[in-house]
């Protein structure tokens, strides 16, 4: 049993959860913020499967036909749902959970910018303070020194 090689990591966001897991002492964001959870039953089925799915998957890489497939749908209807009762796209809601993920993360936790950006699903770590940047208005490392008590 000993001689088989171990599995492949899988993935960076993987080992970095690991790892902060050794470091901090705080727990660490398992799924989307309560703030995301709201109650949704008079949403329809497949928009219920997907924002459920987005929620627990936000550091996958993200392919509007296999979510569509997922939830039973196509594409543009699942898109269609999206926009008729959410206002926003499949992308744009899975983009606001990734931010208010990592918002959590800077708050609590000492991890830098670029390993959380990585963490939540933002491969270009550039691209993550840009969009952090219009929607809170801060950059992370603003975010994350607000949340610092003052001593």
């Given at each position: 049993?000993?001689?088989?090689?171990?599995?492949?990591?899988?993935?960076?966001?993987?080992?970095?959860?690991?790892?902060?897991?050794?470091?901090e002492a705080t727990p660490l964001v398992a799924t989307a913020p309560?703030?995301?959870?709201?109650?949704f039953n008079d949403l329809?089925?497949?928009?219920?499967?997907?924002?459920?799915y987005l929620r627990r998957h936000y550091a996958k890489p993200f392919a509007l036909k296999a979510l569509?497939?997922?939830?039973?749908?196509?594409?543009?209807?699942?898109?269609?749902?999206?926009?008729?009762?959410?206002?926003?796209?499949?992308?744009?809601?899975?983009?606001?959970?990734r931010l208010i993920v990592a918002r959590q993360l800077l708050e609590k936790t000492s991890w830098s910018v670029q390993s959380i950006a990585a963490l939540v699903g933002f491969n270009d770590v550039r691209h993550f303070r840009r969009q952090f940047l219009r929607h809170f208005g801060l950059t992370p490392q603003q975010a994350r020194r607000s949340s610092i008590p003052p001593s």
């Open positions: 049993w000993a001689s088989r090689p171990l599995p492949p990591p899988m993935g960076k966001w993987l080992l970095l959860t690991f790892f902060g897991l050794l470091t309560e703030d995301l959870t709201t109650p329809p089925f497949p928009l219920q499967w997907a924002l459920d569509a497939s997922h939830c039973g749908v196509t594409p543009s209807h699942l898109c269609r749902l999206f926009r008729r009762h959410l206002g926003t796209t499949p992308i744009g809601y899975l983009q606001r959970v």
